[in-house]
């Protein structure tokens, strides 16, 4: 009798198993990334040697009313970039508000760049980083990269 109950809760726990299994609800694999909230996004960038200060929440560089909710100013410099430079951060909540929204940013840019054949952005959905440029090799080089693995799947 103990053999049949031993062999039925076998069968019932590898019943259990392949059904979960094929439920996809077991995966060895980890979750894709999710976009950086602003503090992974700042992680990011100071981890790879920028300095970041003079923060300023709703500020867009202008006054579009549907940036300013998403935007971040804030003063950069490290590396290569000796220079302090003044960058805007939109951080949009979805992969459709970027594309719904990220036209609105070159338009906004006129408020703020003083030489447009210098303008810098680095797009990475749901995010961009503008500001007047130009800016030094490395220090452009590592906020795409910051910027890069704080947006994850873009999502």
Same mark, same amino acid.
């Given at each position: 009798m ?5 062999? *039925? #809760?076998?069968? &019932?726990?590898?019943? $259990?198993?392949l059904?979960?299994? *094929?439920? @996809?609800?077991i995966?060895?694999?980890?979750? !894709?990334?999710?976009p950086?909230d602003?503090? @992974?996004i700042a992680?990011?960038?100071s /981890?790879? $040697?920028?300095?970041i200060d003079?923060? #300023? ?8 009313? %549907?940036?300013?909710?998403t935007?971040? $100013?804030l003063t950069?410099? @490290? ?6 430079v003044?960058l805007y951060?939109?951080i949009?909540? +979805?992969?459709?508000?970027? %594309?719904? &929204? ?5 338009a906004c840019?006129s +408020? ?8 810098e +952005?680095?797009?990475?959905?749901p995010? #961009?980083?503008? @500001? %007047?440029g130009?800016?030094a !090799?490395?220090? /452009?080089?590592?906020?795409?990269d910051?910027?890069?693995?704080a947006?994850?799947? $873009?999502?």
């Amino acid at each position: 009798m103990r053999s049949r109950f031993r062999l *039925a #809760v076998a069968a &019932l726990a590898m019943v $259990g198993s392949l059904t979960l299994e *094929a439920c @996809g609800v077991i995966s060895t694999s980890p979750p !894709p990334p999710t976009p950086a909230d602003f503090q @992974g996004i700042a992680t990011e960038i100071s /981890k790879r $040697g920028i300095i970041i200060d003079d923060l #300023v929440s709703g500020d867009a560089g202008c006054t579009d009313r %549907q940036l300013i909710p998403t935007a971040i $100013g804030l003063t950069a410099h @490290g590396l290569d970039q000796t220079k302090p430079v003044r960058l805007y951060l939109y951080i949009f909540g +979805s992969r459709d508000s970027y %594309q719904r &929204l990220r036209g609105l940013i070159d338009a906004c840019a006129s +408020s703020f760049v003083t030489d447009p054949s210098t303008f810098e +952005s680095i797009d990475e959905s749901p995010f #961009v980083l503008a @500001g %007047q440029g130009p800016w030094a !090799p490395s220090f /452009k080089g590592a906020l795409r990269d910051a910027i890069t693995t704080a947006a994850g799947t $873009g999502d």
